[in-house]
């Protein structure tokens, strides 16, 4: 059912940055309001790696995506933030304390400023290039994530892919399934200690390591994987025994709608002001992985530092003229 929402800041991205966005504008009184085109919280965290550990998260040696967004849920559960999930920004008009959004549902938001905190904007995974492939994507049995890890207890699987999602999975399914990692070549693209680890995974016999090859075919009926067929470049092939094909090509990055919005931008990403977040258009700001500017590390830490920065710049256009002074949380507290 559409909604029509007045509000401070719409907030476009319900991903770790943008929940932490909710409570850094209501640390100052703001209200807002999440748009998100899945249909839960979380972005990335939830849709991709709810269970893989996160070890960067200040006073968190290690804690999982999921129960990270679940942590960040709970933190701006005071200000009863509306969500508007399953949605898709289609529109933006208006100017600074005047902008009206529109969704794919027909929803309409009224903000006196934007805060796009899109990630990868609307993401999809890379897919490879194999017949038949529909099918087994529609049975499970190729997989481009993996939402629980018990799913896959005594399974065959082979993993394919360099990068850290291709290692860190072969790591955590080694001790509960068959693992095999195809990659074209040695060297992986993973953290070194990750690849060392996988390295040494290799060595003692937990993973088996099938290189230098790439994905050329499936074999199954029915949706239900038997084989994966690899080639080498000089066409030698081999096939693996498989219950599930997890690819691990990385994301495409689409920023949708926001793309014809006239922000600056530079290979899918929104420049902006680093010391306002504020983009090429006046009330429109941007924080987490969509955003680019030098020095731009992503990493979701970072991303909760641009959620703050952005929040105080954003006060000003709420309230111009007015001071904003500023209180830290362990003085003022949270509403309750």
């Not at 199954?220 to 994987?225: P, W």
Request: charged content about 20%; aromatic content about 6%; overall charge negative.
């Amino acid at each position: 059912m559409a909604s029509e929402i007045e509000t401070d800041v719409a907030i476009v991205g319900a991903g770790p940055v943008g929940l932490f966005a909710v409570f850094e504008l209501g640390m100052l009184k703001l209200s807002s309001v999440l748009i998100d085109a899945l249909s839960e919280v979380g972005g990335q965290c939830v849709a991709l790696y709810p269970e893989k550990p996160i070890y960067d998260i200040p006073a968190h040696p290690a804690i999982h995506a999921g129960a990270l967004i679940a942590q960040l849920e709970r933190q701006i559960a005071p200000f009863h933030a509306p969500l508007l999930l399953g949605r898709r920004v289609t529109g933006l008009a208006g100017e600074p304390r005047n902008f009206v959004l529109t969704t794919d549902q027909g929803d309409s938001v009224r903000a006196k400023a934007v805060l796009i905190a899109a990630g990868a904007g609307a993401f999809g995974p890379n897919r490879p290039p194999l017949d038949g492939l529909a099918a087994y994507e529609a049975s499970g049995a190729v997989q481009y994530y993996v939402r629980r890890r018990e799913d896959l207890r005594s399974k065959r699987i082979v993993i394919a892919g360099g990068g850290d999602s291709a290692v860190d999975w072969a790591l955590a399914l080694r001790d509960i399934a068959q693992v095999a990692v195809v990659h074209r070549r040695p060297k992986f693209r993973a953290a070194p200690e990750s690849a060392a680890q996988l390295d040494a995974a290799a060595q003692s016999g937990e993973i088996e390591m099938v290189v230098p090859y790439q994905l050329h075919a499936l074999h199954g009926a029915n949706g239900e994987l038997q084989h994966v067929e690899v080639a080498t470049m000089r066409g030698d092939t081999r096939l693996l025994s498989a219950d599930v094909l997890l690819p691990f090509f990385g994301l495409s990055m689409d920023l949708g709608p926001i793309a014809a919005w006239g922000l600056d931008s530079e290979l899918h990403h929104v420049k902006i002001d680093p010391s306002t977040c504020q983009t090429s258009m006046p009330g429109v700001f941007a924080i987490g992985d969509v955003v680019n500017y030098p020095g731009k590390l992503k990493l979701i830490l970072q991303g909760f530092s641009e959620a703050a920065i952005a929040a105080h710049a954003i006060f000003g256009v709420v309230h111009p003229g007015e001071a904003l002074h500023f209180e830290y949380s362990t003085t003022k507290g949270v509403p309750q």
